[in-house]
C-alpha cells in the first residue's frame, strides 16, 4: 500500500476514530495518543491491509481493543476515575470503603468468568458496542452474543446475591 492510498482509505477515518476513543475515555490527550497509536499499527501492517474488507471497521475495532487496554493498565488514572464515578460523594467512609470492596469483587468475578462471557460484557459495558459490533468484533451471531451476555450478568448477579 503506498503512501498515498493509505492516507486515502485510513487517514479519512480520523473523525470517527477519535470520537469512539473519546466516548471510551472521556480524556483529550487519552483519545489522541489511542489514535497515534491505532495508525502507528495500521502504518507498520500496511502491506496486510490490502486483505481488509471494511477498513473502517477494522480501525473502530482496533481503537476500541487499545481504549480498552488502556483502561485496564494498572497505570491508567481513568481505572480510579471510573470506580469513583460509582461512589456518591455524601457517603459515609464505611460506606465509601464497602463500595469499592463490592466493586473490587466484581472485577475479580469478570476475571474469573468464560473468555468469551468476559470479553462480550467488556464490550458491551466498557466500550458501548452494539449486539451486532460485538459480533462482527467476536465473529459471532448477535443472537449467540444475546446469550453469552445474559450468561455473564447472571453469573455476576448470583455473585453479588450470595
Request: proline share 3%; charged share 30%; net charge positive.
Amino acid at each position: 500500500m503506498t503512501a498515498e492510498s493509505f492516507k486515502q482509505r485510513y487517514l479519512s477515518l480520523h473523525p470517527r476514530l477519535y470520537r469512539v476513543a473519546f466516548t471510551i475515555l472521556k480524556n483529550e490527550d487519552d483519545a489522541a495518543d489511542v489514535l497515534q497509536d491505532a495508525y502507528c499499527k495500521l502504518w507498520d501492517n500496511r502491506e496486510r491491509l490490502g486483505a481488509v474488507d471494511h477498513p473502517d471497521a477494522f480501525c473502530v475495532t482496533m481503537v476500541k481493543r487499545l481504549c480498552l487496554d488502556l483502561l485496564r493498565s494498572p497505570k491508567s488514572a481513568q481505572k480510579s476515575a471510573v470506580e469513583e464515578a460509582y461512589i456518591i460523594d455524601d457517603q459515609t467512609p464505611c460506606e465509601v470503603l464497602e463500595q469499592k470492596e463490592m466493586l473490587g469483587k466484581v472485577r475479580m468475578w469478570m476475571q474469573r468468568l468464560p473468555e468469551k462471557q468476559r470479553r462480550v460484557l467488556e464490550l458491551r459495558g466498557y466500550a458501548d458496542c452494539s449486539l451486532e459490533e460485538i459480533g462482527r468484533i467476536m465473529g459471532e451471531t448477535s443472537a449467540n452474543v444475546r446469550v453469552l451476555l445474559s450468561r455473564a450478568r447472571n453469573t455476576l448477579r448470583m455473585k453479588i446475591t450470595n
